[in-house]
């Protein structure tokens, strides 16, 4: 390992969690792939559909559990604040 990948490992340690955390999405960002030049807007939208009528199929058969949308916020925020605990014990 380079002496620089060494410094920039020990200076993100150095970083409070919502800062590496602001890193990490920047960097994702940065290495997400492309989207190939043949996803044209129709392509896009037949793909779509087709997760739609997945989705409602798998409403209708009952292998999936409806919940409210305050249900849904509730449970998400949940997820956020432990998440959260978990790297400001980290930190």
Request: hydrophobic letters at 40%.
């Amino acid at each position: 390992m380079s002496q620089t990948l060494d410094h920039i490992k020990q200076e993100i340690k150095t970083l409070r969690p919502a800062e590496r955390f602001d890193l990490w999405r920047d960097l994702a960002q940065e290495f997400e792939q492309p989207v190939a030049e043949n996803d044209d807007e129709e392509s896009v939208d037949a793909a779509w559909d087709t997760e739609i009528d997945a989705r409602v199929k798998e409403i209708e058969e009952g292998k999936v559990e409806l919940v409210s949308a305050d249900e849904a916020i509730a449970r998400i925020r949940s997820k956020l604040a432990a998440r959260r605990a978990d790297l400001t014990s980290a930190a």
